[in-house]
């Protein structure tokens, strides 16, 4: 699989761009100033401890107070707090842990109040960034990721990825982590391991001790809430999650995040240094890689599919649904039940990319086309099982109810990517918004390509308004002559004044209106 990483950098925001063989899948933002974000570690106090709901609101260096519930805590937070204590009176046997004697396991059916009080200062890391009216959420289980390994204090077990199937390697890995592993410390073997040698491996679990070390001597001098540890930036963090083999190039239209990036890959794959491009032509880099376009396309209420097939998806507060239509799909099933097949099977591909594009969590209704056999329910679910295995968020997914619905339950993280695909009117001065005009030639083609297959038109006539004439027919090789070699059929294009900007009608070869 071809994989591109292209960066597109401005005064408010960083916005990162990954492409799997050309096409957009993931867009990530980071806004400039953001002063929470998952992996941050905190030192905060303890604002309120909410009985009835086990848990409690923690003061942290952001604007909304964090919410910590009791399972939140984790199994080892007594070993964690005696390790707050000593570490702010400045007892230096914290900093290797040796010798530390942990505490008692936590109880799973625990009090919070019997843990924490009002006022008490609490080690804790971001686990999910503010959503809407949502503060931060946290935890008292502190870990490290790094490229290789995740590094997980008070726990002396070695854990490998699931994804690692081959038993030698699983045995190799982990007893090459037993030999340079610190006493004190346990760590977690992440998949892009496999392979990996001792060197490329020690290196990052010392980069993760340094992180540590960082951590302890900031607890020396904490006099209020504050933040300890920075998770890596946006950028990153991508690179240091998603970096493989198989990644081909990484462009970034700013010098000093272009140098950033060349120098923390320099660090966790120095042979894949020569992959990252600087972008300095004049058109904008998502214009010039087609992104803007797919982010036209693929964001908004409706999301049009290729063969006429089109999404209508809608963010709740409490959910995401997602309605499957056939539109103007061409029939090529031998009846009914194929053709409803054959529609759910493209939708859900586009779901499932849908889904990591928009970062959408929480609860997914999916609202499939009917299908009677269940043999066809049966392998609908199972290419979306597939179609899914490719998303690293943890994810559930529900086989079809008999009202024909999917529940998907993903992990979220953070707040669902939102673009604004509407542009100002420009006859109504901005008072109004409309679909976006390269979104309306996509919908005149896909009726354009009905009318070819299913009526057996011949030749067309197209009524537009003048703007969308002009980008109809402007080059010699103009958008109506390249569809006209597609799909073999003589095409004219007409401009009226009389027309709307997103108006438009097809006539037959006898000057007859086509009703769409």
């Not at 063989?21 to 309120?48: A, F, M, P, T």
């Not at 198989?246 to 240094?273: C, G, L, M, S, W």
């Not at 197209?462 to 080059?475: C, E, N, Q, S, W």
């Given at each position: 699989m071809n994989k591109e990483l292209v960066i597109s950098s401005s005064e408010k925001e960083v916005q990162l761009a990954l492409l799997e063989d050309k096409q957009l899948v993931e867009l990530h933002k980071e806004k400039?100033?953001?002063?929470?974000?998952?992996?941050?570690?905190?030192?905060?106090?303890?604002?309120?401890?909410?009985?009835?709901?086990?848990?409690?609101?923690?003061?942290?260096?952001?604007?909304?107070?964090?919410?910590?519930h009791y399972l939140d805590l984790g199994p080892n937070y007594g070993s964690v707090s005696k390790y707050v204590k000593l570490a702010m009176n400045g007892d230096p046997s914290v900093?290797?842990?040796?010798?530390?004697?942990?505490?008692?396991?936590?109880?799973?059916?625990?009090?919070?109040?019997?843990?924490?009080?009002?006022?008490?200062?609490?080690?804790?890391?971001?686990?999910?960034?503010?959503?809407?009216?949502?503060?931060?959420?946290?935890?008292?289980?502190?870990?490290?990721?790094?490229?290789?390994?995740?590094?997980?204090?008070?726990?002396?077990?070695?854990?490998?990825?699931?994804?690692?199937?081959?038993?030698?390697?699983?045995?190799?890995?982990?007893?090459?982590?037993?030999?340079?592993?610190?006493?004190?410390?346990?760590?977690?073997?992440?998949?892009?391991?496999?392979?990996?040698?001792?060197?490329?491996?020690?290196?990052d679990l010392r980069y993760l001790l340094s992180q540590w070390e960082l951590l302890t001597e900031g607890l020396k001098h904490v006099t209020?809430?504050?933040?300890?540890?920075?998770?890596?930036?946006?950028?990153?963090?991508?690179?240091?999650?998603?970096l493989t083999d198989d990644f081909n190039t990484i462009y970034v239209d700013d010098e000093f995040i272009y140098n950033e990036v060349r120098q923390y890959i320099a660090t966790i794959a120095p042979a894949k240094v020569d992959i990252?491009?600087?972008?300095?032509?004049?058109?904008?880099?998502?214009?010039?890689?087609?992104?803007?376009?797919d982010i036209r396309r693929a964001f908004g209420k409706i999301v049009t599919i290729r063969s006429g097939v089109y999404l209508y998806i809608e963010h709740t507060e409490a959910m995401h649904v997602i309605d499957v239509n056939s539109g103007n799909h061409i029939k090529s099933g031998s009846g009914q039940e194929d053709t409803a097949l054959q529609v759910n099977i493209e939708s859900a591909k586009e779901i499932a990319r849908q889904l990591?594009?928009?970062?959408?969590?929480?609860?997914?209704?999916?609202?499939?086309?009917?299908?009677?056999?269940?043999?066809?329910?049966?392998?609908?679910?199972?290419?979306?099982?597939?179609?899914?295995?490719?998303?690293?968020?943890?994810?559930?997914?529900?086989?079809?109810?008999?009202?024909?619905?999917?529940?998907?339950?993903?992990?979220?993280?953070?707040?669902?990517?939102?673009?604004?695909?509407?542009?100002?009117?420009?006859?109504?001065?901005?008072?109004?918004?409309?679909?976006?005009?390269?979104?309306?030639?996509?919908?005149?083609?896909?009726?354009?390509?009905?009318?070819?297959?299913?009526?057996?038109?011949?030749?067309?006539?197209?009524?537009?308004?003048?703007?969308?004439?002009?980008?109809?027919t402007k080059g010699l090789r103009s958008v109506r002559l390249k569809w006209m070699l597609k799909y073999r059929l003589r095409i004219g294009v007409k401009p009226s004044e009389s027309y709307g900007l997103l108006d438009y009608k097809f006539f037959n070869a006898s000057g007859d209106e086509i009703s769409m």
């Amino acid at each position: 699989m071809n994989k591109e990483l292209v960066i597109s950098s401005s005064e408010k925001e960083v916005q990162l761009a990954l492409l799997e063989d050309k096409q957009l899948v993931e867009l990530h933002k980071e806004k400039s100033g953001n002063r929470v974000q998952v992996g941050d570690i905190y030192i905060g106090r303890v604002k309120k401890i909410m009985s009835g709901l086990n848990a409690a609101f923690v003061e942290v260096d952001g604007e909304k107070d964090g919410f910590m519930h009791y399972l939140d805590l984790g199994p080892n937070y007594g070993s964690v707090s005696k390790y707050v204590k000593l570490a702010m009176n400045g007892d230096p046997s914290v900093k290797t842990l040796n010798g530390f004697k942990t505490e008692p396991i936590l109880e799973k059916n625990g009090n919070l109040s019997n843990v924490l009080k009002v006022g008490q200062m609490v080690l804790a890391q971001v686990t999910k960034e503010p959503i809407s009216t949502k503060g931060p959420k946290l935890s008292g289980d502190i870990s490290f990721a790094g490229r290789y390994l995740v590094l997980t204090p008070f726990v002396s077990r070695i854990s490998i990825s699931q994804k690692i199937k081959g038993s030698e390697e699983r045995g190799r890995l982990r007893r090459l982590l037993q030999s340079i592993k610190p006493e004190g410390f346990g760590v977690i073997v992440r998949t892009i391991a496999e392979g990996k040698g001792v060197a490329e491996l020690d290196a990052d679990l010392r980069y993760l001790l340094s992180q540590w070390e960082l951590l302890t001597e900031g607890l020396k001098h904490v006099t209020s809430s504050q933040k300890l540890v920075s998770e890596l930036n946006a950028t990153s963090a991508l690179l240091r999650d998603v970096l493989t083999d198989d990644f081909n190039t990484i462009y970034v239209d700013d010098e000093f995040i272009y140098n950033e990036v060349r120098q923390y890959i320099a660090t966790i794959a120095p042979a894949k240094v020569d992959i990252v491009r600087h972008y300095k032509m004049e058109t904008p880099i998502f214009e010039q890689f087609g992104v803007l376009r797919d982010i036209r396309r693929a964001f908004g209420k409706i999301v049009t599919i290729r063969s006429g097939v089109y999404l209508y998806i809608e963010h709740t507060e409490a959910m995401h649904v997602i309605d499957v239509n056939s539109g103007n799909h061409i029939k090529s099933g031998s009846g009914q039940e194929d053709t409803a097949l054959q529609v759910n099977i493209e939708s859900a591909k586009e779901i499932a990319r849908q889904l990591r594009l928009r970062d959408m969590g929480g609860i997914v209704i999916v609202d499939f086309v009917d299908m009677q056999k269940a043999e066809h329910r049966k392998q609908l679910f199972d290419f979306m099982t597939e179609e899914m295995s490719h998303d690293k968020a943890r994810h559930t997914i529900l086989p079809l109810s008999k009202f024909g619905l999917m529940q998907i339950t993903r992990q979220r993280v953070r707040p669902a990517v939102e673009v604004d695909v509407q542009e100002k009117c420009p006859f109504c001065d901005g008072t109004g918004t409309i679909k976006s005009s390269l979104v309306v030639v996509d919908e005149i083609e896909s009726n354009l390509r009905y009318l070819c297959s299913s009526q057996n038109e011949k030749r067309l006539q197209i009524v537009v308004h003048p703007y969308v004439y002009a980008y109809l027919t402007k080059g010699l090789r103009s958008v109506r002559l390249k569809w006209m070699l597609k799909y073999r059929l003589r095409i004219g294009v007409k401009p009226s004044e009389s027309y709307g900007l997103l108006d438009y009608k097809f006539f037959n070869a006898s000057g007859d209106e086509i009703s769409m």
